[in-house]
């Protein structure tokens, strides 16, 4: 993603809800667009919705778009299941359990 296209990203999200915010990245996963969703995601995330904190530990589990990073899920799947979202209790390939 460009500095510009980025620009262009930053303007409508400051105005999303975080549900918003996820349905973008979503579309953007769905388009392959793994570097765009993944900053829709983040955007969301630190609003603290658990849908996308989900969606990003999904994306360092399998390595959509980014390096397989079972600590940076786990701490993703962590937050969402903190606040009640359990869609993903175990990290799958590797020993790590979440209680």
């Known amino acids: ?37 993944k900053f829709y995601y983040e955007e969301a995330a630190a609003q603290g919705y658990d849908e996308a904190q989900n969606k990003l530990g999904y994306m360092y589990q399998q390595g959509l778009g980014v390096k397989t990073d079972y600590a940076r899920a786990k701490f993703y799947y962590e937050q969402a299941a903190a606040q009640g979202n359990a869609d993903h209790t175990t990290i799958s390939g590797s020993s790590m359990k979440m209680d």
């Open 1 to 37: 993603m460009t500095a510009l296209s980025l620009f262009f990203v930053v303007l409508p999200v400051a105005a999303a809800t975080p549900e918003e915010i996820t349905e973008q990245g979503l579309s953007a996963q769905r388009n392959g667009d793994y570097d765009l969703a």
